[in-house]
Structure formats: C-alpha cells, structure tokens
C-alpha cells in the first residue's frame, strides 16, 4: 500500500510539474508575441510621422526647383504606395513600400542639394532636421522589431516550447527586411 501511495504521489507530482512548466511556455510565448506586436506599432508610429511629413518637405521643395515634377512625382507616388502598404499590415509589403519611398526621399534630398537658396530656407532645414530624426527613429524600431521576432521565433521552433507552440498554433513573425533590390543605392541626376 505504501509503495502505491507513492507511486501515485510521484505521478500527481510529474504532471504538475510538466503543467507548470507548460503554462510557463506558454506564457513566455504570449509576452513574446505581445513584444513583436508592441515592435510593430513602435514601426507604424514611426512611419506614419515621416509619411505624414514628406508632403511639407516636397511642397517646401517644389518651390525652389519646378522643373524637377518626376522627382516629386517619385516621391509623392512612393508615399501614396507607403500608406497603402500600412492599410494592409503585411511586413514584407511595407518594408517594400517603405524602402521605395526612402530612396525616393534620397532623390528629393539630392535635388535639393542642387538649390542653395533652399538650403538656406529655415523651413527646409527644419523639415530636413526632422526628417533625419525619424529616420533615425524608424531604424531603431526596426532593430528592436527584428530582435524580439528573432527571439520569438526561436522560442517557436525550439524544442520543448516548439511542443507548446504547436498545440497552441503560434505562428512564425516575419522580419521587416529590405529586399535585395531596395538595397541599391539610387542613382540622382541632374
């Protein structure tokens, strides 16, 4: 009897070992996958700001240099593309909208580049100013994004907690990565 008293003891204790360890997996996946989610909208802000900017900077642009309308049609295409892809929340999209309207802005930088008097105008340096902030700003959230879906992704696919995310249906995160062909530099001519 007392062997069977224990036996029964260290079966209770086996299963309330592996629940415990079971809640705790899966608790460590939901806070990971909060952390992605919070990255993520830490990214929207961030580019919401900068779309919500570009229009001024072109606008101040426009008019110091008027001949440069592919340029600005460039820019205000490639920022139309950025907020649509932000309508639709996939990663891959928006990291591609939001590559095309960074280079589109290196355009509209360089173009100004050609005009001294703009680069006088305090308007222009303001905006220019607050651009460069927020992209600064967009390139950390981005890091902090790619880190937490990093570590959750690994919690996914690790075993034990992989056993754990399968019966839960976690879901891989993707990365917001440039693709290759975002990564050329754009070429500016006058």
């Known amino acids: 009897m007392n062997g069977l008293l224990i036996a029964v003891l260290v079966i209770v204790v086996i299963v309330v070992v592996f629940v415990l360890w079971g809640i705790g997996v899966y608790n460590g996946l939901i806070a990971l996958r909060n952390r ?9 802000v961030q580019l919401k700001q900068r779309a919500d900017l570009v229009p001024n900077l072109v606008e101040t642009v ?4 008027t001949h440069e309308s592919q340029v600005f049609q460039k820019v ?23 590559n095309q309207l960074s280079n589109a802005l290196v355009n509209l930088r360089a173009t100004a580049e ?5 680069q006088a105008n305090q308007n222009f340096m303001d905006l220019q100013n607050q651009l460069s902030q927020l992209e600064q ?19 996914i696919q690790s075993v034990p907690s992989n ?15 440039a693709r290759e062909q975002d990564r050329v530099v754009p070429q500016v001519k006058f």
């Open 36 to 44: 992605v989610a919070n990255g993520w909208a830490q990214i929207d």
């Open 62 to 65: 426009k008019g110091y240099a």
């Open 76 to 98: 205000t295409e490639a920022r139309a593309g950025a907020v649509e892809a932000a309508q639709h929340g996939d990663p891959e999209q928006r990291a591609q909208a939001e």
């Open 114 to 118: 050609a005009y001294p008097q703009l």
């Open 137 to 155: 700003k967009i390139a950390y959230a981005r890091q902090f994004y790619n880190d937490v879906v990093q570590k959750f992704n690994v919690k």
């Open 163 to 177: 056993i754990i995310a399968g019966m839960f249906h976690f879901e891989e995160a993707q990365f917001f990565a």
